[in-house]
């Protein structure tokens, strides 16, 4: 049985069908990818899987449980977290403070917090430098590290994430697609969704390929890169 299950997901805003009944899995360990262009509908799938936008129909199941009508805050109690489009940390607050905001959904004790925020220390050491500056003054790629520290602050068995790489520096890419391979490896199931295909089918078990709110191509990581029709449209050739 998959880890997420997701089954003929239709997602509409008033009378506009942003998700036509779409359907794919994502199974225990792997890192799987949801490559579309801007506009396909890769927001409103990672939101309302987690339950932060309402399914019009269909049916979401995570670790055997139906979470179809489950609400937000519960989904993450069940070990599903994201890591939104843009970042969304607390920009007036501290790195720590911030840490610390990724926790107290999970009404953990004190000792825990520490071991918890020592672990996502360890993992970025950049933010342990920076823990008492204020979250809006770091870079775009320090936001996007602390982001991801905070979702791991909840151990999630299902980490998403809502394009990590938009807006960073080449450089900062490759960095940040190399933490979600380690954290993958450390034994955390990966849903991404990304515009970046090239980068994110080279670290990506399997993947799908959303237009226009339709899965219209699935395979592993490297039969998409291969395919023709991935070639032509988004990796330029
Ligand atoms: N709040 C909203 N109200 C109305 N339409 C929306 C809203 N959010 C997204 N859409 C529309 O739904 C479609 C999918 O958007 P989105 O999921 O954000 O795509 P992506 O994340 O792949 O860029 C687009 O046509 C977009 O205009
Ligand atoms: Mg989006």
């Known amino acids: 049985m998959a880890l997420l299950e997701v089954h003929d997901l239709e997602v509409c805003y008033g009378v506009i ?106 993992r970025f050491p950049r933010l342990a430098e920076r823990k008492n500056q204020i979250a809006g003054t770091l870079s775009g790629g320090e936001q996007q590290m602390l982001a991801i520290g905070r979702a791991l602050m909840s151990h999630p068995k299902l980490l998403m994430l809502d394009e990590p790489s938009m807006g960073l520096s080449p450089l900062l890419v490759d960095e940040v697609f190399k933490i979600i391979k380690d954290i993958n490896k450390d034994g955390t199931t990966i849903l991404l969704v990304e515009q970046n295909a090239g980068k994110s089918l080279a670290i990506s078990d399997r993947a799908y390929v959303l237009e226009n709110g339709k899965i219209v191509l699935s395979g592993t990581g490297s039969e998409l890169a291969s395919s023709e029709m991935v070639r032509k449209a988004y990796l330029g050739g």
């Open 17 to 122: 069908r942003a998700l036509h009944g779409i359907s794919f899995e994502v199974n225990q360990g792997e890192i799987v990818t949801l490559i579309g262009a801007n506009g396909a509908g890769k927001t409103t799938t990672m939101q309302s899987v987690v339950g932060l936008i309402p399914k019009k129909s269909g049916v979401v199941t995570f670790d055997g449980a139906d979470i179809t009508k489950t609400p937000c805050h519960k989904i993450v109690h069940l070990g599903m977290t994201q890591v939104p489009e843009g970042r969304r940390i607390f920009q007036e607050l501290s790195v720590y403070e911030n840490l610390l905001m990724g926790a107290y959904s999970m009404k953990k004790d004190q000792a825990d917090f520490k071991q918890d925020i020592e672990m996502v220390y360890e």
